[in-house]
């Protein structure tokens, strides 16, 4: 089967940037409607994938093979299974609400900032279905670009800091990854095709190397402990919408990275290493966990339990069992929903109060009743409450871990506790109590389009935490084909 | 005597020729008219390499043809290193028009320099023979030398030139000295001839050695390693921002066809002994370059270091061609059609960074501090995001010519082994990709301190313009000219 949706999906947003940016900043109301037609294009021509889906196939689907680079062998390959095909439609949907959060807020240069979203939301696209090598390497390295502008152009104080730290970390990793990358093909006798490589036989001490090198370049994307830290610096200097992309698709980035290379293309290094990423993901859960507790920040709270949820998902993906990686899955889903959510509100209140300290809050509910019974529930998922999605991925993840070994279950299990305790007392700092002070008695509440924008989020939440089959049916297949896989040594 | 004389085939030569033909029309119209209309010169000038071009592309039939003794020779290789000389020579000249009228600089003597520098450009790329090497070597480094005291007012450019003479004079005796031990030992001046006595294994080797490391130290020298890369920064620094862009552009191609000539066509079969040489001399390049060039607040010393950076990169494939000791003829292909490639990519990054500086600068004004970068999103978001590409290009960010051609280079040297040193390129690339940032930081992050409008004329805008969207461009379709460099160096070897 050969069609164009995986093109279309990293095409339009692109190609539909161009004319935002010609048309420039002066006239605001084009540019803000353009770009909401061109993201909401994006979003509807990734939806035949879902329906188009066949989820009894472990395989790659809609497939797309042309030469790119023939003389290294490159091709423009793209495909998706049922673990990329969500992160698309996530990806595309976000970009939605990305634009309509930034409608009135951004007041400078906001064709460049719209511009540069729809940009970055075609790079990912591409990151998550590109199936060869070099054009998966060149779309991860390239929506760096977009996100350094973004943060460095219309972040808060420190954001020049910030925007060097996250483009030079995330550098780091990915330029260790371009040498693996060129090892594989050398070794797999001139292919680039992701799928060859699943097959290549390698030798113990270079899967080692090559799982190294790519550890460092996903860790830093993920974040794992302890190269987590120019996530606190880039969440909190980003403007809502670059925090809101960078918690909800580019943190997936990583942990996609294992699922798509690590562990199908060096099993036995996955294997072998495991321990050490189970023990950072169990640090970055307690450890992260009890950081955020201590944050008087909101956004640096919400980026510390990002770290602290994304730990989750690499602790699912490295116990090998169908439950855990599913979990590890639907968790990263939810997390885009939830992390987005809350960025949201915190944007909401930042607009209007032009702080993101706590202290400076205290009873928003007063003020901002429709605002706070959302902000409440988003805090809930963000807590793993029952019918949330931020529960059943949760769930899952710690079934796989006790199946895996109790007290590593055990020690997941913490972060029920840990995180209700600082997302719940940030929620009772913030939003319950009297009112705090003079500004807080002012404030208005939200608008139909931050409703829009919050309630879509809330019932994406909510439909998952009630039905996730959906979800996971999708992901069946090639779950259980890339645990098969994995399971079977390369040596 | 007269009798011996054998009329040497002059086709293989015919752009040389029609060039140096052209060049006493440029002296005499400049003699007759310079006075009153000067642009008379411009023109002939840029009509003369077009003129080149065209006598390139139709003796172009992909043979090698040797002629004048063996001393001169002209296949694929050559001309498309002169398509490319031209053309970053034409777009040198188009960039520098305002730049130099402004300043008064753009007399004939500037056209007939730039005519005699390409001239010896041209020589070198076809040379067959040590001697035509050096002839066309001292050619163009004599007329660079004189372009870049040409602005006769300027302590600065007259220093620099004084500096890049001397220096350049040095490294002309060591290559001199070392051309001359081979001589000694192979009895042999021609290329073939040297190949031949070394494919034979009659040479003395520890003389070979020897001269070569004098001939490794010349090359080095042109190509601005570490080091051997003094003159960069003071060069590019007080020549005229015109005469930076030049050096810092078609002379690169001269020199790597220079290394490539007389490392790999004449001394292959010491292969094993030169790829150790520019090993050390890559990485310290690549390090060294890196490192100084973050600490420059003048672009054009930034620019300086950031090249002697991007010779150690194009080094890097250079020195990949010959694996332990065995010669392979795809690994030596690949290795060194990346090196031209990463060259090709580095002219044109180069040009459209000079091209950048001389937008902004005007008349009595150089804009060749990065503070004069800041804001630039505001004054003019679309040559803010020129410069962005380029930048990016430079840093080796994709999708940008300048990552595949980073990427050519590493996968080259990782086929020979050198995994190593791959990893430390790569890890001094993500030091080098800060300044590069920096300058996007200023354009995009920052309030402009300079608020004049921008203005540089038609030409410049849109010459800047194209040269831009290239480097995008090649980045996005990069196998078109990865086929070209790889077809023209198959076909030469």
Partial sequence: MNSQLLSLAIWVPILGAVPVFWIGSERRTLVRWLSLAVAVAGFLVTLPLYTGFDATLSGMQFVEQAPWITRFNVQYLLGVDGISMPFILLNSLITVLVVLAGWEVIEDKQAQYMGAFLVMSGLMNGIFCALDGVLFYVFFEASLIPMYIIIGAWGGPNRVYAAFKFFLYTLLGSLLMLVALIWLFLESGGSFNILDWHQLRIGMAPQILIFIAFLVSFAVKVPMWPVHTWLPDAHVEAPTGGSVVLAAIALKLGAYGFVRFSLPIVPDASHHLAPLIISLSLIAVIYIGFVALVQTDMKKLIAYSSISHMGFVTLGFFIFNQIGVEGALVQMISHGFVSAAM???????????????????????????????????????????????????????????????????????????????????????????????????????????????LGLLAVCVLAMGLYPFPFTEVMHASVDNLLKHVAVSKL | ??????????????????????????????????????????????????????????????????????????????????????????????????????????????????????????????????????????????????????????????????????????????????????????????????????????????????????????????LGLVPFHMWIPDVYHGAPTTVTMFI??????????????????????????????????????????????????????????????????????????????????????????????????????????FGMVLLLSRAGYEAENLEDFKGLNKRSPWFAAMMLIIMFSMAGIPFFIGFFAKFAVLLAAIKAGYTAVAVIAVMFSLIGAFYYLRVVKLMYFDTPVDSAPITAGLDLRLLLSLNGLAVAAFGVFPDAVMMVCTTALMRSL
């Avoid at chain 2, 077009?50 to 040797?66: E, K, M, N, P």
């Avoid at chain 2, 790829?275 to 001399?281: S, V």
């Avoid at chain 2, 010779?311 to 003829?329: E, F, K, P």
Wanted: with cysteine; charged share 10%; net charge neutral.
């Fill in chain 2, 248 to 353: 810092g552009s078609a002379p690169k191609l001269a020199a790597f066809a220079m290394a490539l000539r007389l490392l790999v066509y004449a001394l292959f079969g010491l292969a094993v002994d030169w790829q150790k040489m520019l090993l050390i001399m890559a990485v310290l390049s690549i390090g060294l370059g890196n490192l100084a060039a973050i600490a420059q607040t003048n672009i054009k010393r930034m620019l300086a270091y950031s090249a002697i950076s991007h010779m150690g990169y194009m080094v890097l494939g250079l020195m990949s061609g010959v694996v332990g000791g065995q010669i392979d003829a795809f690994t030596a292909v690949n290795a060194y059609s990346s090196a031209l490639y990463y060259t090709v990519a580095y002219v044109l990054m180069s040009l459209g960074a």
């Fill in chain 1, 343 to 453: 960025f949201l509100c915190v944007g909401v209140m930042y607009d209007r109060m032009h702080s993101r300290m706590i202290a400076d809050y205290g009873g928003v509910v007063n003020t901002m009743p429709k605002f706070a019974a959302l902000f409440v529930f988003f805090s809930m998922a963000n807590s793993g409450l029952p019918a949330t999605s931020g529960f059943v991925g949760e769930f899952m993840v710690i079934l796989g871990a006790i199946k895996f070994n109790f007290w590593v279950g055990f020690a997941a299990a913490t972060t029920l506790i840990l995180g209700a305790a600082y997302t719940l007392w940030m929620v009772k700092r913030v939003v319950f109590g009297d009112v705090g002070n003079a500004h807080v008695a002012e404030l208005k509440d939200i608008g139909s389009r931050e409703l829009l924008v």
């Fill in chain 2, 1 to 222: 005597m007269l009798n011996n004389f054998v009329m040497p085939d002059l086709y293989p030569a015919a752009p040389e020729i029609f060039l140096l033909l052209m060049s006493f029309v440029v002296l005499f119209v400049d003699l007759i008219f310079g006075a009153t209309r000067r642009w008379m010169a411009a023109m002939l000038t840029v009509i003369t390499l077009i003129g080149c071009a065209a006598i390139t592309l139709v003796y172009s039939d992909g043979q090698t043809t040797l002629t004048f003794s063996n001393m001169f020779v002209d296949d694929l290789l050559s001309d498309f290193l002169k398509l490319v000389t031209y053309l970053a020579v034409i777009m040198m000249l188009v960039y520098s028009r305002q730049y130099m009228a402004d300043r008064g600089l753009d007399k004939g003597e500037f056209y007939l320099l730039v005519l005699y520098a390409t001239l010896g450009m041209m020589v070198m790329i076809s040379a067959a023979s040590f001697l035509t090497m050096y002839l066309g070597l001292e050619l163009m480094s004599l007329s660079l030398y004189g372009l870049v005291a040409i602005d006769r007012d300027s302590t600065r450019g007259t220093e620099a030139a004084m500096k890049y003479f001397v220096l350049g004079a040095l490294a002309s005796g060591l290559l001199l000295y070392g051309m001359s031990m081979i001589y000694g030992a192979t009895g042999s001046l021609e290329i073939g001839g040297v190949a031949q006595a070394l494919y034979q294994g009659q040479a003395e080797k520890p003389v070979l050695v020897f001269g070569l490391v004098f001939l490794v130290a010349g090359v080095a020298f042109k």
